[in-house]
């Protein structure tokens, strides 16, 4: 096992309910106080297919999933297959007595003996939950809590009763499977994934409005915020499609409340003349993009980072924006509180760059301090001359004096043609000129405000690997592991890749002896955005774009070739 760390692989198809034996699998672990990384590999239908839960877990804090295995928990023939080559010395694989599992060690479960077919997952529960060394109490309230009160009372007892026949099972049975080692005492810790991070950030924001059409993989995001918008005042549409969905965050962010729309690739594309609609009327907007590979439908339930440039040219005409793009779970909080401040104070759209593999991955993080995000507060603008109010009075920050609709007698304007001061219809070609540079004056403000990537390791590295949104912990991972060979390694993370300033990272770079980019896409499109922006060749680029995610042993091996 690498480094006190522990790697599961829940193998199965789609209905077998392999993501039942994850969930409960991981909430008891970081409730027992192991840190953990998620990956869930799933293939875009209903029932069938071959789908793939993994644990990461550990008693240290966890960067990056890896790829092989400690414990091979398979539910058909087919993850014996697929992963029997992954398995590391003193692994365990677990499959039933009727699948021909060829491994060794493989602790062959009668599953057909201990519980009904239905309750097969819970079977491969118990019996992981013996080898893991979770107490059953612990995963018995996990299960429960899980299941909540959707099941009839029989179903629940025989839940519980296959539980414990695995668990009872499997004792004794692998004394040479080494489960983890204690975990040192910690804080209680939340479990949670990416898009509900963003989600809650987003919230403690300040948002006020969210309108979405389901998409994979940015769903769930839509999902959390109305799982707790009740509570919080928000208001929540399923919209007949992505062009309502824009459209509808855009008159809500006119009137004043705070919005958020999120989306994939297919469905952003629909979205991209309502983002230029938000430039021309300088409204507030934030839109979460979960990337997932294309053209058109592509891999819908995979990953990749290629829609970076999608989001830096979508809607015709120019104007300013920003995008982040968050390395981890805290920084899907933290990122979508900043984009909810940073839309209303440059009155621009703000645009929040995650991906299937960050959005589904689960980490153990400790509660978020919601002081750190300061909630928006739109239309504080006091409006002295009301007769007189120009909603896109020229400024020095391009930020105009933002009243809203029916807080006072000013008259609040939005048009989508190019508009005088006080917001009417021209097409005066010097107005036009001043008012397309006032919108631009206000990159100057986002570039104040930006927020520099981030640096580990010496300043003069012999290699220093550079990447953006959700490769930093493998960035980080593989770092560790080549300075551990004796190589001077360092680190540069962008969260935030728009806009850019090369005085954050030049120097840096130019001192390196090498800097080679890792991206998930086929074209390196942060590299070439920074050649663009500083004329800084970046000279290796180590790209993957096969819908799974970028891990540290990839890194190495891309290095290495």
Known sequence: MQGKALDILIGGEAGQGLATIGQVLAKSLVKRGYHIVVTQDYLSRVRGGHNTFRIRAGARPLEAPREGVDLLVALDQESLDLHGHLLRPGAQAVADTGLAC?????????????????????????????????????????????????????????????????????QGRRPDFAPLPPPPAAPPRLMINGNEALALGALAGGLKFLA?????????????????????????????????????????????????????????????????????????????????????????????????ELALHAGHGEFPRAIYAPGGVEDCFHLAGRAMLAAERHQTPVFVLTDQFLADSYRAVEPFDLAAVTPVQPGLAAVEDEAGYRRYALTDSGVSPRALPGFSRALVVADSDEHTEDGHITEDLAVRVAMQDKRLRKL??????????????????????????????????????????????????????????????????????????????????????????????????????????????????????
């Open 102 to 170: 060829g491994l060794a060690p493989c602790l062959n479960v009668p599953y057909a003996q201990l519980a009904p077919a239905r309750y097969l997952n819970t079977v491969a529960l118990g019996v992981c939950a013996q080898l893991l060394g979770l107490d059953m109490a612990l995963i018995q309230g996990e299960l429960a809590a899980y299941l909540g009160k959707k099941l009839t009372p029989e179903v629940t007892e025989n839940n519980s009763a296959a539980l414990q026949a695995a668990y009872d099972f499997a």
């Open 212 to 308: 979405f059409y389901p998409m994979t993989p940015a769903t769930s995001i839509a999902l959390t915020v109305v799982a707790h918008a009740p509570a919080l005042g928000v208001v929540t549409e399923q919209a007949e499609d992505e062009i309502a969905a824009v459209n509808m965050a855009l008159g809500a962010a006119y009137a004043g409340a705070p919005a958020l729309v999120c989306t994939s690739g297919g469905g952003f594309a629909l979205m991209c003349e309502g983002v230029s609609l938000a430039g021309m009327t300088e409204t507030p907007l934030v839109v979460a993009l979960a990337m997932r590979p294309g053209p058109a439908t592509g891999l819908p339930t995979r990953t990749e980072q290629g829609d970076l």
């Open 444 to 561: 100057s403000g986002l570039l104040e405000d930006r927020l520099p990537p981030s640096f580990t390791g010496p300043e003069a590295a012999e290699l220093l690997l550079v990447g953006w949104g959700s490769t930093r912990g493998s960035l980080l991972e593989a770092a560790q592991e080549l300075t551990a060979a004796g190589r001077r390694v360092a680190t540069c993370h962008f969260s935030q890749v728009w806009p850019l300033d090369g005085q954050d990272f030049l120097a840096r770079f130019a001192r390196a002896g090498q800097v080679v980019m890792v991206e998930g896409n086929a074209t390196g499109q942060l590299a070439a955005l920074i050649r663009r922006e500083t004329g800084f060749e970046i000279g290796r680029l180590v790209l993957r774009y096969d819908g799974l995610p970028i891990t540290p042993e990839y890194i190495r091996r891309q290095l290495e070739g």
